[in-house]
């Protein structure tokens, strides 16, 4: 089965300093990954999505993540937060049987002045 | 291009009744998954809909059913609601079946 857990419920940075978010996978198969974004009483925004082409992924907002295969790992950064990415973001993983996707529990961003 | 869209926003129900949540897919989009997100939790996948047949369902009472339309647009039925039930319903569509999904803005559903 394949699955992600996200190291971190809560992550508070500085204005200006860098977002680390990261992101493990278990899968048996070669994954497709995914991070999502969800702002307060909305619905889930596409940050970017890894697809077996380039392991350095880039997306919106100016967000990136890296896919190491070695760690399992698909962390998202970004060199300099700012306020505007406070908001909640999910890991998950596409199942290509039934192709639904497995979601993280999330990690909370709070961006401090 | 109009992206996916869900009725209604908001919604309140008592235990035991009925309720009934739409989407409206992206345009050009023949593929409609529906997630529950409880509070704090990440989404829960309910099922999958593939030119109008079901094509895959996660762990969910069978009192959760859903149809796909010809236009591809999609219905989310939850009987005998439960208090457990109160979430946020997402629905995403996508271009194909594994495709990526894009999300709607969801249906905050509350069950006294």
């Known amino acids: 089965a394949q699955s992600v857990t996200q190291l971190g419920s809560h992550v508070s940075v500085s204005e200006g300093a860098l977002v680390l978010l990261r992101c493990n996978y278990s899968s048996s198969v070669p994954p497709y990954l995914f991070w999502y974004v969800q702002y307060p009483n909305q619905g889930l925004q596409l940050l970017l999505k890894?697809?077996?082409?380039?392991?350095l992924v880039k997306g919106i907002n100016g967000f990136e993540a890296e896919f190491k295969k070695s760690e399992t790992s698909f962390h998202l950064t970004k060199p300099s937060a700012h306020m505007s990415d406070a908001a909640e973001y999910f890991c998950?993983?596409?199942?290509?049987?039934?192709?639904?996707?497995?979601f993280g529990k999330g990690t909370l961003l709070t961006v401090n002045p | 291009e109009t992206g996916v869209t869900q009725s209604p926003t908001h919604l309140i129900k008592t235990r035991g009744q009925q309720v009934t949540l739409r989407c409206s897919s992206q345009?050009?989009?023949?593929?409609v998954s529906w997630y529950q997100q409880a509070l704090g939790q990440g989404p829960q996948f309910i099922f999958q809909?593939?030119?109008?047949?079901?094509?895959g369902r996660g762990n969910f009472p069978p009192r959760f059913s859903g149809l796909q339309f010809p236009n591809y647009s999609s219905e989310l039925n939850v009987n005998a609601l439960e208090l457990d039930d109160s979430a946020l319903y997402l629905c995403?569509?996508?271009?194909?079946?594994?495709?990526?999904?894009?999300f709607g803005p969801g249906t905050r559903l509350t069950v006294l």
């Open positions: 998950a993983v596409i199942h290509c049987s039934n192709y639904k996707l497995t």
């Open positions: 345009s050009g989009h023949n593929t």
């Open positions: 995403a569509s996508s271009l194909d079946a594994g495709d990526t999904q894009y």
């Open positions: 809909y593939y030119r109008e047949e079901e094509n």
């Open positions: 890894y697809t077996s082409a380039a392991t």
